[in-house]
Structures are given as C-alpha cells and as structure tokens.
C-alpha cells in the first residue's frame, strides 16, 4: 500500500531520469546528422548521467514532484521552464569546474528541448490518469455520519491521492459521493468494486460493526483500517480529536532507545558546527545589515520551553524592532509592523534560526523536533488544546515536520494544526525522517516559501 501511495512520484522520478538520460543520447544521435561539427565521445555515458542527476535535482527544489505546486498545466509548463533553465545554470557552472563531464554546446541545449517536452508529456499523461490529477489510493468508505463525512471533505479539498469509490451506509449524503449499499452488503460491495483499502469511520464503534465481515475482507480481500489510521498516513499527521491515551500506551512509537538518542546527538552536533563554519560568511553580512537597518542588538535571546517543560534561552538573529513586544508577548502574524525590512528577508530565508546551531550545540534544542514556544503560549496551549504537552516530551528543533508541512501560524487554531504534525514526527521519529525534513527545509528556505 505505501508503494500504492507514491506509485506516481515513481513513475515521474523513473521517467524523468529516462527522458533526460535518454535526451542526451538523442540529441548526440541528431548531432550525427551534421558530420561536419559532430566529434565522438567516449564519455557520453558519464555526461548523461551528470546531466540525468542534475535535472532529478532541480526538478525535486522545483516542486515537480510535488502535485499540489501545478494545479494548472500553465503552472507546470512555468515550473518546468524554469526548472531547465536553472539545470542550463548550474551545468554550465559544472562543466566549467570540471570540463570532462561538460558536454558540447548545440548537444546541450537540444538535449535541453527534449527534456521539457519529454517530462511535460509524461506529467499532462499522468493528470489524465482516471480523470484525477494522478491515480492515488482507491478507498470505499465505511460509515454514513459526520466522522466519515469529515474525512471525506478533508482528503477532497486538501488534494490527497485518495480516490473515493463511495461509501457504505444507509443515509444518502448531500456531498459528491455515491452510497454504495448498506452495511450489511459490505463484503457484496468490497468484492465487487475491488478497492485498495476499506476505511472504516462510523460515528459510534459499540455493537455497529460486522465484525464478522471486516475479518474475512481484511484476510481474503483489500486492507482494512480506521479512520485516524488512514488520516494518519495519507496526511502525515495525527488526527488530534481522536487520539486516546490508550492510543498512545498500545501503540508503537512516541519513544527512542538510548542508541537513537546517542545516534542524533552526534548527528546533531557533526551538523551544528559544520553549518556554523559553512554559514558564517551568511551570517556575518547579516550582523552588519541588521546592525544598519534599525537600532538595537543584532542578536535576540529569548525563553523559550525546552523538552520535559524546561526552560532554555533560544538565540537568534533580531528581526523585529527593539521593543517590539513592550504591550507584551503576542505572535508574529502576516505583514507585522513589528518586521524590520531586514528582518522580513532573513525570515523569509529562514536566515534568522542560523544562530540556533549554538543551541544545538550547547544541547538545549536538535536539528529537528518541535518547535520551541515561549512559557506565556505554552501555559495557555496546554488548557486549550487537549495532549499539548506531548509535544513537550522530544527535543525542540530548528525545523520539523510541522514547519515544513503547515505555513506559520498565529492563532490556536494553527498550533493545533501544527501539533497534529508535530505528534506524527514524535511516533515515527528517526533519523530518516530527520533527513528529509533537513533536506526539505532547505529547498522551502531556498524558495522563500512559509515564513512570517
């Protein structure tokens, strides 16, 4: 099912890595057709393969692997314009570093041309594929009530590849969605429509299931899971509303061992001091900008709330003016006159975290986790928003899965969005997915996109 889930990113890395290998190839053959300027090359092999991983790259920072970025097929034409004229950059950068791999001028850009119109006709084919923009996960529903109606509006308007073949229960619905038959005929209509994944989302458990029939679909048909498991693994975050404490004791996950612990420590502190020494030029030109900018200290030290409730001083670059905050703490919210116009870009960069890595390094925060919040909104989160305080139990970090995931927030509606995905981090943490979120939120800083 998780090869299911992702059978299209597939299917556009594969492609693409075909397409741009193979263009090199073509447009070496086309080269063929003018023996007056075509020279052999031993190493085409080689350059193709440059050519093949630099695209691969660009492509991911671009977002073509990410479906919810080009809606439109004017989107995914700009993006892949762009995509290739960023790759004609960094290969010309390439082959001046090191000339064996660079390959000859007219080979380049035709190999070039064929790749947008390559990787553009296989991504128009895939928007086509069922009529959907991509063949996702094929789901009956199980349930009738506003559980079940919830989660089909939630994977509807979001955009997940979740393709719905209808529900099961006996009240028609005034959305979208055809009712298939009553629970009763469950296993009739599981085995006629042949899904994926039964999703099971009743309003009450007690005494309304089949029991019977899920067993036997479950053994001999498709899979079958809950509503907040699916939630859970489509979206990338925890269904908050419906987590119990017996969830979290009986399930797996929510704990690292001592080598898990031992493992990032050493990771983070190998990242920290390497980023410090890396970004230091970055860094010291900013200093001086915001030291011109507005008065005041370049650096801002603040408590913040560290694992287990602790407090800790977080350092990072000012990016509001001094005394921003003198009528008392509030959060920072879209156009904030309290925003230098420095502090606008080095947010937007991302720029303004750089100083964490000593916090990293002093161990009060790691490279990924929870982000840390300040005493004042964690006393009231904690009241608001039912299992706040799990969030307290991992590290903070300078990035993590719900900064790359959900845009900056300002009220408590969005820091109970963001816990759903912080939650999720804390049950599958690893150093994997430490990995990605890294590697993601480079990309999102490079592309300037979620800040405030």
């Known amino acids: 099912m998780k090869i299911k889930r992702v059978l299209p990113e597939i299917i556009l890395l594969v492609s693409d890595v075909v397409v741009s290998w193979g263009a090199v190839h073509l447009a070496k053959y086309l080269q063929f057709l003018l023996p007056e300027v075509c020279l052999p090359d031993e190493l085409l092999g080689l350059k193709a393969g440059v ?75 895939l928007t086509r594929v069922r009529g959907s923009r991509y063949a996702g996960i094929r789901v009956v529903l199980f ?160 408590n913040r709330v560290g694992k287990d409730g602790r407090d800790f001083k977080v350092i990072k670059f000012r990016s509001m003016y001094k005394d921003a905050e003198k009528d008392g703490p509030k959060w920072a919210s879209e156009h904030d006159p309290r925003i230098t116009r420095v502090g606008r870009i080095i947010r937007k960069l991302r720029i303004d975290e750089l100083p964490q890595f000593i916090n990293v390094i002093k161990n009060d925060m790691s490279f990924v986790g929870p982000r840390p919040e300040r005493r004042f909104f964690v006393d009231q989160l904690e009241k608001a928003i039912p299992f706040y305080a799990l969030r307290l139990h991992a590290k903070p970090g300078i990035t993590g899965w719900a900064q790359i995931n959900y845009p900056y927030g300002d009220t408590f509606d969005d820091a109970k969005e963001k816990l759903k995905y912080e939650l999720y981090y804390m049950k599958h943490r690893s150093l994997w997915l430490d990995l990605v979120i890294i590697f993601q939120t480079i990309k999102i800083a490079l592309k300037g996109r979620g800040a405030q």
Not at 97 to 116: C, H, K, Y
Not at 282 to 293: K, N, S, Y
């Open 51 to 125: 050519y093949s991983a630099v695209t691969v790259l660009i492509f991911y920072f671009q977002d073509l692997y990410d479906w919810r970025f080009f809606k439109r097929i004017s989107e995914l034409a700009s993006s892949i314009l762009l995509a290739e004229g960023l790759c004609l950059i960094i290969l010309a950068f390439l082959f001046f570093v090191i000339p064996s791999v660079g390959i000859e001028r007219d080979v380049l850009f035709m190999a070039i041309g064929i790749t947008i119109v390559g990787t553009s006709a296989v991504r128009y084919a």
């Open 143 to 302: 349930g009738d009530g506003e559980n079940a109606k919830f989660l089909f509006r939630e994977m509807r308007s979001s955009g997940y590849p979740v393709l719905f073949e209808g529900y099961v229960g006996k009240v028609n619905w005034d959305l979208p969605l055809k009712r298939l038959g009553p629970a009763e005929e469950v296993r009739d209509i599981v085995e006629r429509h042949d899904p994926d994944m039964l999703v099971v989302a009743p309003d009450g458990w007690r005494g309304t299931l089949p029991v019977e029939d899920l067993l036997k679909i479950k053994l001999s048909m498709c899979e079958v899971v809950d509503a907040p498991t699916f939630y859970e693994r489509v979206t990338g975050r925890i269904l908050v509303e419906e987590i119990r404490p017996s969830s979290i004791i009986f399930t797996e996950g929510y704990q690292s061992s001592r080598l898990q612990d031992i493992v990032k420590r050493a990771f983070d502190l190998v990242f920290a001091v390497v980023g410090l020494v890396l970004c230091a030029p970055v860094m010291l030109l900013t200093a001086l900008a915001i030291r011109l900018d507005s008065p005041g200290p370049v650096f801002y030290f603040q």
